[in-house]
């Protein structure tokens, strides 16, 4: 089965850190993750190239970092200095070449 499988979503106060991962069950090519806070849009957090060329959204830029891990298909995104407008559902994304894949989601919270 052709999936995403995401972790390590949760409840953080401001200021903390929190790591997300997601392992895609076939080879694929770009991996990253989107966001989408209650009302407002999906906006791009972060991608990764499988030759570790990396982009990232302009609000978390210096605080998040995407990283990837080519033999095990898994993509990272270690979230430091965390506040309250990263507040959101974030979903893993993989370019498998014949179409998008989507995780299925993982909240992260960040509240005091």
């Known amino acids: 089965q052709v999936q995403l499988v995401e972790s390590g979503g949760g409840l953080v106060q401001p200021g903390g850190s929190l790591r997300v991962s997601c392992t895609a069950s076939?080879?694929?090519?770009?991996m990253g993750w989107y966001r989408q806070a209650p009302g407002k849009q999906r906006e791009l957090v972060a991608v990764i190239t499988r030759g570790g060329r990396t982009n990232y959204g302009d609000s978390v830029k210096g605080r998040f970092t995407i990283s990837r891990d080519n033999a095990k298909n898994t993509v990272y995104l270690q979230m430091n200095s965390l506040k309250p407008e990263d507040t959101a559902v974030y979903y893993c994304?993989?370019?498998?070449?014949?179409?998008?894949?989507w995780g299925q989601g993982t909240q992260v919270t960040v509240s005091s």
């Open positions: 076939v080879n694929v090519n770009v």
């Open positions: 994304n993989a370019d498998w070449g014949l179409r998008d894949l």
